[in-house]
């Protein structure tokens, strides 16, 4: 039996590939990619070099293969690239088609902090002094800077970090970046059920940093995206996209009174995937702006710690994870109603509610709004009655969303966000004479 389906284009599962940077060659795609298809996966993240670029071979094929690189930057907080390196990177980066790039790696956490600079005062506003020029930087260059992903609870509480961060990135004001971050985290089982944490703070108000009452829940479990999207909401006004790594039941944790065995650890794994594909079930839909999931661990070497929660082991076996998620996609194919359609547009009764029915998303600059674009789409106004706004995150929330402006202030990996969250995309970019074209068109038909 052909194990290697026609899947969508994009889904919102994938997975972290060797936890090192020497895993690049041709030789591994051809064992990769079509392991990687047979399980739904289209994304993928990638251990970033800090003093080189990942082959470009290596990033065309994955994106040849719809698969999207998320590069994943372990930098230093105190030994952070110059700003000339890392432009010199997220330039070449895009250029070969990556889209999203993680800065950082649980600064939340003392061991990722020398002993004296942990201790000083301001901890998260030096860090957003570290952060935010290499935010800027990727942004600059047409990528898509994601907040690091927090340590849950950790040596400074997460929540509390990610409020104060937050916080600190909007009374810098820089718009440019807050137009463009995404935020991810650790969904960290810890030995909790899937539900654990559901409805973030707003069902569990008992719940602060470090206190966890008796009878609560907190954020600590698969649903760490409800408590920071509503973070996210409440400083912005508007969620941002949001990532999961490490994603996963790990060999060893358990959420139910069975003695853990691989078949347990498939079939955890395989509800997490079902869940994240829309499937209904008896827990509440994940957010749209949730774009993926990303288990841990494709892959490693037998001398890596992690080497046991690799589902393709050092020895060439497999844990039972692997044919059942294959099983799973094989059996589903997506139908032909949906066949080539984004995994979330495919469950989009099911996962977002839409209040949006028609968003124009338009582009801002330095100076502010352009006043031609305001102009030339007041015929397109009178006809469609879009809700004309400025945020990805809030045209998440429409039905269908129409794109007009300069590929390189509205690059691909917006509609592809959009796409992935289930949203119709119209794409009418480009130069000014093409977008005039284009409205016309669509006006007198």
């Known amino acids: 039996m052909d194990r290697t389906p026609t899947l969508p284009q994009i889904t919102r599962l994938g997975f972290h590939y060797y936890p090192?940077?020497?895993?690049?060659?041709?030789?591994?795609?051809?064992?990769?990619?079509?392991?990687?298809?047979?399980?739904?996966?289209?994304?993928l993240i990638l251990q970033a070099p800090l003093n080189c670029a990942i082959p470009e071979g290596f990033l065309r094929q994955l994106l040849e293969h719809k698969i999207q690189p998320i590069l994943h930057f372990h930098?230093?907080?105190?030994?952070?690239?110059?700003?000339?390196?890392?432009?010199?990177?997220?330039?070449?980066y895009f250029r070969w088609g990556v889209r999203y790039v993680i800065l950082f790696d649980r600064p939340n956490n003392r061991a990722?902090?020398?002993?004296?600079?942990?201790?000083?005062?301001?901890?998260?506003?030096?860090?957003?002094?570290?952060?935010?020029?290499?935010?800027?930087?990727?942004?600059?260059?047409?990528?898509?800077?994601v907040f690091p992903p927090?340590?849950?609870?950790?040596?400074?509480w997460d929540t509390a970090f990610l409020r104060t961060a937050f916080e600190g990135l909007l009374r810098r004001n820089q718009l440019p970046l807050l137009d463009r971050l995404a935020i991810s985290g650790y969904p960290k089982m810890n030995n909790h059920p899937l539900s654990w944490g559901t409805g973030g703070p707003e069902r569990w108000p008992?719940?602060?940093?470090?206190d966890t009452p008796l009878g609560s829940e907190d954020q600590r479990g698969f649903r760490i995206f409800d408590w920071y999207l509503a973070l996210s909401e409440a400083v912005f006004s508007r969620r941002l996209p949001m990532f999961l790594l490490g994603a996963g039941f790990q060999p060893g944790e358990n959420s139910s009174n069975e003695p853990y065995t691989g078949d347990l650890h498939a079939a955890q794994n395989l509800q997490i995937s079902r869940l994240m594909m829309g499937e209904k079930m008896d827990i509440d839909p994940v957010p749209a702006e949730v774009f993926s999931?990303?288990?841990?661990?494709?892959?490693?070497?037998?001398d890596h710690p992690d080497a046991s929660a690799a589902w393709f082991q050092?020895?060439?076996?497999?844990?039972?994870?692997?044919?059942?998620?294959?099983?799973?996609?094989?059996?589903?194919?997506?139908?032909?109603?949906?066949?080539?359609?984004?995994a979330a547009a495919q469950s989009a009764h099911s996962i977002p509610r839409r209040p949006i029915s028609h968003y124009l998303l338009l582009p801002t600059y330095d100076f502010g709004i352009a006043d031609w674009h305001m102009e030339v789409i007041r015929p397109y106004v009178k006809r469609f009655h879009p809700t004309i706004g400025f945020s990805p995150a809030e045209a998440v929330h429409a039905r269908r969303v129409t794109i007009l402006g300069d590929p390189q202030m509205v690059p691909d990996s917006i509609l592809d966000g959009l796409a992935t969250a289930g949203c119709i995309v119209e794409d009418l970019r480009g130069d000014g004479t093409t977008i005039a074209s284009k409205l016309a068109s669509l006006i007198i038909q």
């Open 293 to 302: 999931c990303n288990f841990w661990l494709l892959a490693a070497n037998k």
């Open 206 to 210: 008992t719940t602060r940093p470090y």
């Open 150 to 156: 927090l340590e849950p609870g950790g040596d400074y």
């Open 314 to 342: 050092p020895d060439g076996s497999q844990l039972p994870a692997v044919d059942v998620l294959r099983q799973w996609a094989f059996a589903h194919q997506w139908t032909a109603a949906t066949q080539g359609q984004p």
């Open 20 to 43: 090192d940077t020497l895993h690049y060659r041709e030789s591994d795609l051809k064992t990769w990619i079509p392991e990687l298809q047979a399980m739904a996966a289209s994304w």
């Open 75 to 92: 930098f230093s907080p105190t030994q952070p690239p110059t700003i000339e390196d890392f432009s010199l990177l997220c330039r070449t």
């Open 112 to 145: 990722n902090w020398p002993a004296t600079t942990w201790a000083q005062s301001n901890l998260v506003e030096r860090f957003l002094d570290i952060f935010q020029p290499l935010a800027l930087t990727a942004v600059t260059a047409g990528l898509n800077p």
